[in-house]
């Protein structure tokens, strides 16, 4: 499931664990239909209503948080009303802020399945343009997309090549 979301607005007064309003994320079910999305590589300067306010003009969020990780490492979970407000959030979610990843929530569990599936591509030949992001978009419409790197040299320009 969902991470826990104490602490966790939600922009209907409950704080309930955020939950997709769609069908289960099963690889046999219909996995298309997500609301639930993680964020990565949150600029610092964001706080919680920064956050919210960004990822409110794509759609009506239910539930969302903010988290903390190691370091500067800030990520967070955002869950929409709707599918289409959850696409729109991951198809303009790149033009925020530089190297800002929005994609598809997946849990632990779908993530331990999908890490038996050995499905990786190397992607070459990239325009120095495209980030996370777009290569996720790319990919994500011939199936489901555990994971995309782009390479990066020291000073986080794009060495034009990444992994899907």
Not at 136 to 161: H, L, M, P, Q, T
């Amino acid at each position: 499931g969902f991470p826990s979301s104490r602490g966790s607005y939600s922009s209907r007064g409950s704080h309930s664990p955020i939950s997709s309003s769609s069908s289960s994320s099963s690889q046999y079910g219909s996995e298309h239909q997500f609301t639930n999305l993680y964020v990565s590589n949150i600029p610092p300067e964001w706080d919680r209503v920064t956050f919210y306010d960004i990822f409110s003009e794509y759609g009506d969020i239910t539930t969302f948080d903010l988290r903390h990780g190691n370091g500067n490492n800030r990520y967070g979970y955002v869950n929409y009303e709707t599918h289409e407000q959850a696409m729109r959030a991951i198809n303009e979610g790149s033009l925020i802020t530089p190297n800002l990843l929005v994609k598809k929530y997946v849990s632990s569990e779908d993530r331990k399945l999908n890490s038996k599936i050995k499905n990786n591509l190397i992607v070459k030949n990239l325009e120095e343009f495209i980030d996370e992001n777009t290569l996720f978009s790319i990919f994500s419409i011939y199936g489901n997309v555990s994971s995309v790197k782009i390479e990066r040299d020291f000073s986080g320009a794009s060495k034009c090549f990444g992994y899907v």
